[in-house]
């Protein structure tokens, strides 16, 4: 399979613990994309990069998430702290963009649950 | 500011029955609008770029149309494997933010047998 792939698939968690999902995009990639998703509602754009560079970050992302990319293949994504309005469907997504528009590809999403 | 929206925000069709799924959207410097197709519980599945007004593309039973202010993705003779959750997204960009990406939150199909 060459496709997005993201681990875990699911995460159950308390209150104020921290979690990190992983996100392998697919390998000729460049860019690398994080959604949030509730229920009923479209993706929501967290953030993106170009490579290991960080190039976007919604303004709607609280300081308790953190991303990385650090060689430019897979990325994490940090919520240090978590609550309850944390829990959501986590996309990751990854495209091959050249400056112009960008078609990205989904991965099948980590589902977080915040008790 | 940049908006999209879909309308019907549910859909239920006979199957054989033809129908049109709505994405209008208000945005500056559109880059490019997607529609992608998504299953519960599961990411979304990419199913069109429509990059200028005018164009059309076609996959199977389903066909997407934009124009300057909509797109319209239209479903022929749908099967109820066609039944999911279709999502429009639009890419803009601005000179002071950059790529910006947003999705309309979506058209609930279900095909009934």
């Known amino acids: 399979d060459t496709g997005v792939s993201q681990d875990p698939r699911h995460k159950i968690t308390k209150r104020g613990q921290n979690v990190t999902f992983r996100c392998d995009p697919i390998?000729?990639?460049?860019?690398l994309y994080w959604y949030r998703q509730t229920l009923g509602q479209g993706p929501e754009f967290l953030t993106y990069?170009?490579?290991?560079?960080?190039?976007?970050k919604s303004r709607l992302l609280s300081d308790r998430f953190s991303a990385e990319r650090p060689k430019g293949s897979f990325s994490t994504l940090e919520i240090q702290r978590t609550e309850q309005g944390d829990s959501a469907m986590y996309l990751c997504?990854?495209?091959f963009g050249g400056g112009g528009t960008d078609t990205q590809y989904f991965g099948p999403g980590t589902r977080l649950t915040v008790l | 500011e940049d908006q999209v929206t879909q309308s019907p925000e549910a859909l239920r069709l006979q199957e054989g029955e033809s129908s049109s799924l709505n994405c209008s959207y208000t945005?500056?410097?559109?880059?490019?609008l997607f529609w992608y197709r998504q299953d519960p519980g599961k990411g979304p599945e990419f199913l069109f770029t429509?990059?200028?007004a005018g164009e059309e593309k076609e996959k199977e039973r389903l066909k997407a149309t934009l124009t300057k202010k909509e797109s319209f993705l239209h479903i022929t003779a749908p099967k109820p494997e066609d039944s999911a959750t279709y999502l429009c997204?639009?890419?803009?960009?601005?000179?002071?933010?950059?790529?910006?990406?947003?999705f309309g939150t979506g058209t609930s199909l279900t095909v009934i047998p």
């Open positions: 997504a990854s495209s």
């Open positions: 945005v500056s410097g559109l880059r490019g």
């Open positions: 997204a639009v890419q803009t960009r601005h000179l002071n933010t950059g790529n910006q990406f947003y």
């Open positions: 429509l990059y200028s």
């Open positions: 390998s000729e990639h460049n860019r």
């Open positions: 990069f170009q490579n290991e560079a960080q190039l976007e």
